[in-house]
């Protein structure tokens, strides 16, 4: 595994930038700030190894500020109502960051502070493994919460990653990665022409300010229905009210594996390149977003303008607004318990 100095926060905290390899020659950068996966070489149809995620190549662009590209998403992936929740009869207050809701674990959340990096490569894959610690009362939430994050690059091509925490005190958590891919590689302008399977029957819908209005709704006769291959922008710019909420795509899909154990949740194939993605996760949903909010107000690495759609997400993650929807799957973590969740990218190229 390769190590180098990537430049140091504001307060002058080293950031280092670690770069993975497959016998494959595939590759993933990961810098210590926020747990960023900052560049993905993968191989197309013919073998050519180009970027899959957005990124920027120096850490400035990132201090700058930017919507989370390629950051580990905590201590509450997605969103949290009216930016509050109540836990054993506790109410805890949080920022509103977005609107009147919490988004993303806060004005400073994991995907903002510097992690301890450690090797854990082994003979199976090299494995990048990173450690924070959330101090009790951080951004609002309750309990010393120690995490630990794993990225391994197996050479099956797979991208794995591991994560897991503890707490002392009863709190929510709930973890995801947030990398904006473009399978077509550096310079595919957009990711409409991506052809989708989302291996989920249902949806969250969500209300104006993008929170689950509880329902559970099957995607059958909707443009919500990715069972079976679809291209992402086939529907996109349908009339429909959860569309025009989200802009797009930026919704909670109910897996049908139920979380639990390591199954598939999303099926990526990019026809130019060739490359395909299979998601497979231990998660129970995925949010599926389509860089509605990206504006072409940055650009990453290469000159690249991130405009509307030039990528895609899908954040394994539990429902957004859990911890105010009680018939929702739990995001409370108690003393004693163990946080575990894995979420693998798996990539291969097909006709
Ligand atoms: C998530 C949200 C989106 C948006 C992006 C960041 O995916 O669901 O609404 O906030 O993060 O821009």
Redesign the pocket.
């Known amino acids: 595994m390769n190590k180098q100095a990537f430049g140091s926060t504001a307060d002058g905290q080293p950031v280092d930038i670690y770069t993975l390899t497959n016998k494959n020659g595939m590759q993933a950068s990961v810098i210590t700030y926020g747990g960023i996966l900052t560049r993905l070489q993968t191989p197309g149809r013919a073998g050519q190894l180009d970027d899959v995620v957005l990124g920027f190549d120096d850490l400035a662009s990132y201090l700058k500020g930017h ?2 590209m390629g950051a580990i998403v905590g201590r509450y992936g ?2 949290i109502g009216n930016a509050r929740f109540t836990l054993d009869g506790i109410e805890y207050k949080l920022a509103a960051n ?1 609107g009147p809701n919490a ?2 674990g806060g004005l400073k959340g994991f995907d903002k502070v510097v992690w301890q990096a450690r090797d854990a490569s082994d003979a199976q894959a090299e494995r990048l493994e990173l450690r924070y610690l959330s101090k009790d009362g951080e951004e609002g939430y309750p309990g010393n919460l120690s995490v630990t994050v794993v990225y391994s690059l197996t050479d099956q091509n797979e991208l794995r990653i591991d994560y897991s925490a503890t707490t002392d005190k009863d709190t929510v958590v709930n973890l995801t990665n ?1 990398s904006y891919f473009n399978l077509g590689g550096s310079s595919e302008p957009d990711i409409l022409g991506h052809e989708l399977t989302l291996y989920a029957d249902r949806f969250t819908p969500v209300d104006k300010t ?1 929170i689950p209005t509880g329902e559970l709704r099957s995607v059958e006769g909707t443009p919500f229905d990715f069972r079976k291959p679809a291209l992402v922008g086939a529907r996109i710019n349908q009339k429909d009210e959860q569309l025009g909420f ?1 802009g797009g795509y ?1 919704h909670n899909f109910v897996l049908s594996s139920g979380g639990g154990s390591l199954a598939l949740a999303a099926r990526v194939r990019e026809p130019k390149s060739g490359r395909v993605m299979e998601v497979l996760t231990t998660e129970p949903g995925i ?1 599926f ?1 389509t860089g ?3 504006d072409g107000s940055l650009t990453g690495r290469g000159g690249r303008v991130f405009t509307k759609r030039s990528g895609l ?1 899908l ?1 394994t993650q539990h429902f ?1 607004d859990s911890p105010n929807k009680p018939a929702f799957p739990s995001t409370e973590l108690k003393p004693g318990q163990k946080y575990q969740t894995t979420t693998v990218y798996r990539f291969s190229v097909s006709d």
Do not use: A, M, S, T
Request: charged content about 15%; glycine content about 6%.
């Open positions: 919507p989370y997605n969103r977005n988004l993303h947030h993008l989200g930026d949010q977003y509605n909010f990206l997400c954040e957004p």
